[in-house]
């Protein structure tokens, strides 16, 4: 019988990671990947995590797979591949260096990669970049290169004066090797001028390639010494080819160097179709499942628990039915193999054994028909299957008489229960359906059908047995009506129940549109609810914070005042301002003694005349805040209740602060003032100038450094009162005035 595995198209999970592995180490572990030990899958789990959450680049370890293993075999090695070989050991040493600061299962993973220092260390002194022998890899081979070089150099500068003193006497003026020895080329007919040994001719016999007898002893003494250098450099490379073979650490990085390109290649196959890692449990319930190896595949939930241990799915052919089947054992396979899984979220149980009996198996050796073969997979199951195996059974009753079918089918499921298992069966037996409603540990479902479209939605339907939409498709069809009567009227109580599942469907389809009404309401009303909960929270932590800042402003006024009126008092120059500090003095006595807040009056409206019963003073209401009204009184501003003010009549004679100024003021002269000073009287400059029902005011500050002129500017565009500003015409004053506009 066909493994599990291959029923459920777990190889083609495999050749899909390994598609994403690098390395032919990564590329090896995923096509062998099975089901692991709990612990070992959970370990990989987090690996993949790890993998998703820090990209790293691994080396080739390809090539020093291959290389080691011919070191091992007991070949030498070419200078290029022990290059390559120690290349690799060295980036996979810097992967270890690199990884092991995470202290994580990356971490522990690259603590299996060896020290290969000792053999590093040789192959640069030995090797050069190209992967060439160098002098230094050896005395000997130095030696002999020292006596090589100017050897080839004499042979060299004899055959060019060779070819300088008898020029005629050769084809072109150059010295190249045949039969590794120098030679030169002679012309045909020239061969006699140059006596020697002919080595080789020119295909078209013009050129003569000979070795000139003055330089066949050097020639001679050269080979001999290339034949050192070769026999020299071939030690030096077997000398190399053995340090690999001996190094013990090289097993191990190329064990963690393919389990490192396995779990990259398990995050990149997660990150690609959109996996997430599961969690194990008793249960099996995924969110949002969905086949792996289907493209836009629809996502469906449900879950196996101890009430209902069984799902038995039902609906038309070609509706999604076997998918949705190896949707859950893929699901399993994958998590046991230490893959992710294709849900949004998914907890499933850790069976001890998958059991599925999906498609036709036929064995024409032991003559048995495709019945045969699903009976065989249902024996094993009955007879091994445990409480905490999965089984997964498609079109269950299938092959044989629908009625015995039908019978035997029940048994089987009434002895699967029993045993406790867990799984899901799909089935098109009506009476399968009927034993499933409302028995226990079972539940009936099955795969959604667009009756307009004619086309299945692959939309799992818990709680609801599935049709085969025969008669209902063949209506769509416009088959004969009396045709179609006279098939329901033979239809069997099994055909009975289709109508009445029918029916059954409309009413859930109506109520389920009735709850989704139902439900969007809930929830615009549960938002409504939370708008209102943090509005009132909001506005109930803004009172008491506004409280608290008035209390604090309150204060910190004070403190100003009284540091300003300090400064005045010292630097008082006349009479007016005399008055001025002595007014703002009473002030800020009054100010602290607060008299308990009379009930709040009527008739409050920004304009209004007011009276502040605690500071006794008056002021004008400049703006209604909700429960506060923001009064200016004097210099100040300030954020009061309601009931802190006292509404005044226009005509009544009005306080010392808003009295009729004692003097008109049309310029106001602020050089030398500081700034606070010259706030305090562009204040009650305009104040008084209000009061006179002036419509502008020109205050002198003088150029300087604009500091005193942008201060003032800066409290003039704050002020409500002030309409506009702007500089006085350069015959006027330019800079060193402000015209101000006052508002009516």
């Known amino acids: 019988m066909r493994d599990v595995l291959e029923v459920l198209e777990f190889p083609r999970v495999r050749a899909l990671l390994a598609e994403r592995a690098k390395t032919p180490l990564g590329r090896e572990l995923a096509l062998a990947l099975a089901p692991l030990p709990r612990e070992e899958a959970e370990k990989r789990h987090e690996l993949t995590g790890e993998a998703l959450s820090y990209p790293y680049a691994l080396p080739e370890a390809g090539a020093l797979r291959e290389a ?40 522990q993973v690259a603590e299996g990669i060896g020290d290969h220092t000792p053999f590093l260390e040789r192959v640069r002194k030995a090797l050069d970049e190209e992967g060439a022998v160098k002098d230094e890899a050896s005395p000997r081979l130095a030696q002999i290169r020292r006596e090589l070089r100017p050897l080839r150099q004499q042979i060299l500068d004899r055959l060019y004066a060779l070819m300088d003193r008898h020029r005629e006497a050769f084809q072109d003026r150059f010295v190249t090797l045949r039969r590794e020895r120098y030679c030169v080329p002679v012309r045909a007919g020239m061969a006699q001028k140059v006596p020697g040994i002919l080595l080789d001719e020119s295909e078209s016999g013009a050129t003569l390639f000979i070795e000139p007898f003055s330089v066949v002893k050097l020639n001679n003494r050269l080979q001999a010494l290339r034949l050192k250098e070769e026999e020299e450099v071939n030690r030096i490379l077997r000398d190399l080819s053995e340090r690999l073979a001996k190094d013990e650490g090289v097993p191990k990085t190329l064990e963690a160097l393919g389990l490192l390109d396995l779990v990259q290649a398990q995050a990149a196959l997660a990150r690609d179709l959109g996996l997430s890692r599961p969690a194990f449990g008793e249960r099996y319930e995924l969110y949002r499942a969905f086949h792996p190896l289907i493209p836009d595949a629809v996502r469906n939930s449900f879950a196996l628990d101890e009430k209902n241990r069984i799902l038995l799915i039902s609906g038309p052919n070609m509706g999604g039915k076997t998918a949705l089947l190896k949707t859950l054992g893929l699901a399993v396979l994958m998590a046991q193999s230490g893959l992710f ?41 009955l007879e091994e299957a445990t409480p905490t195996s999965l089984v997964l059974i498609d079109e269950l009753g299938s092959g044989t008489d629908p009625e015995e079918g039908a019978a035997l089918s029940q048994a089987i499921l009434e002895a699967l229960l029993e045993r406790g298992v867990k799984g899901m069966v799909t089935t098109h037996l009506s009476p399968l359906k009927a034993f499933a409603q409302g028995r226990e540990g079972i539940q009936n479902a099955s795969m959604r059908f667009d009756l307009e479209a004619l086309r299945p939605t692959y939309e799992l339907v818990l709680g609801v047995p599935g049709r085969s939409y025969a008669l209902a498709i063949a209506r769509r069809l416009a088959l004969p009506e009396e045709v179609l009567k006279r098939a329901e009227a033979l239809l069997p109580e099994g055909g009975r129940l289709e109508a009445l599942l029918e029916r059954l469907e409309a009413e859930r389809l109506a109520l389920e549109a009735e709850r989704e009404r139902l439900r969007r309401e809930l929830s615009q009303v549960e938002r409504l609810r939370k708008a209102l909960a943090e509005r ?17 402003e309150v204060r910190a006024e004070l403190l100003k005042v009284e540091a300003e009126l300090k400064a005045l008092k010292e630097k008082a120059r006349n009479e007016g301002k005399r008055d001025a500090l002595r007014e703002l003095m009473a002030l800020r006595e009054r100010y602290a003694k607060k008299a308990p807040p009379p009930p709040p009056p009527p008739g409050l409206a920004p304009g209004v005349l007011v009276e502040v019963p605690s500071l006794g003073k008056r002021g004008r209401v400049v703006e209604l805040r909700g429960e506060e009204v923001l009064v200016q009184v004097g210099p100040l501003r300030m954020s009061l209740r309601p009931q802190e003010v006292k509404p005044l009549p226009e005509a009544e004679p ?15 002269d602020l050089r030398g003032l500081t700034v606070a000073e010259a706030l305090l009287e562009v204040d009650q400059a305009l104040e008084e100038a209000r009061a006179l029902g002036l419509s502008t005011l020109r205050l002198l500050h003088g150029k300087g450094t604009g500091a005193l002129r942008q201060a003032i500017r800066e409290a003039l565009r704050r002020d409500k009162r002030v309409e506009s500003f702007a500089d006085a015409p350069p015959g006027e004053g330019g800079h060193g005035v402000t015209v101000v506009a006052l508002r009516p």
Do not use: C
């Not at 506005?539 to 604090?552: Q, V």
């Not at 009005?654 to 106001?668: D, M, Q, S, T």
């Open 536 to 552: 009132e929270a909001r506005f109930e932590e803004e009172r008491a914070e506004r409280l608290k800042a008035l209390e604090e």
């Open 68 to 107: 080691y293993g011919r070191a091992l075999a007991g070949a030498r090695l070419s200078g290029p591949e022990l290059l390559k070989a120690a290349k690799a050991l060295e980036e996979a040493m810097a992967l270890k260096e690199e990884l092991l600061p995470l202290k994580n299962a990356l971490s």
């Open 341 to 381: 899984v294709a849900a949004e979220k998914a907890l499933l149980a850790w069976p001890d054994r998958v059991y599925a009996d999906i498609g036709d198996e036929q064995s024409l050796q032991e003559n048995l028909s495709t019945f045969a073969g699903h009976l065989r997979r249902l024996k094993e199951m």
């Open 654 to 668: 009005g306080k010392p602060l808003l009295a009729k100024p004692r003097r008109e003021v049309k310029e106001v």
